[in-house]
């Protein structure tokens, strides 16, 4: 079983951005789909965005398009989000998970993911 741990939230002023990472272990990314998946007070928890093993096709929510990448660093093992234009409506605890596919194609969380990380709190306020 993969392991994932994520860093990079923190508290940002609306507009602001932010790089989540999440370190892979026990694993090599090539081998997994991995996503990042947010989970605000009171919600369902939803995909942000999705890149694919091999061929590293992306996903996005329509939320974030347009102000989130996702990239991947095959070197260091590690998925990276890249947060730009950040709103209010951002907060959550965003979580990174890796398994044998995206919300596309097997629905909602937990759909296509196997292992999860712990999370990392990403707080936009003024």
């Known amino acids: 079983q993969g392991q994932l741990v994520e860093s990079g939230g923190g508290l940002v002023q609306p507009g602001g951005s932010l790089r989540l990472s999440c370190a892979a272990s026990?694993?090599?990314?090539?081998?997994?789909?991995i996503g990042w998946f947010r989970q605000a007070p009171g919600q369902e928890r939803e995909e942000v965005s999705c890149?694919?093993?091999?061929?590293?096709?992306?996903h996005y929510a329509d939320s974030v398009k347009g102000r989130f990448t996702i990239s991947r660093d095959l070197a260091n093992n590690t998925i990276y989000l890249h947060m730009n234009a950040l709103k209010a409506e951002d907060t959550a605890v965003y979580y990174c998970?890796?398994?044998?596919?995206?919300?596309?194609?097997?629905?909602?969380?937990?759909?296509?993911?196997?292992?999860w990380g712990k999370g990392t709190l990403v707080t936009v306020s003024s």
């Open positions: 998970a890796g398994g044998r596919g995206c919300s596309a194609d097997f629905g909602a969380p937990p759909g296509g993911m196997d292992f």
């Open positions: 026990r694993f090599t990314l090539e081998h997994y789909v």
């Open positions: 890149i694919g093993n091999s061929d590293e096709t992306t």
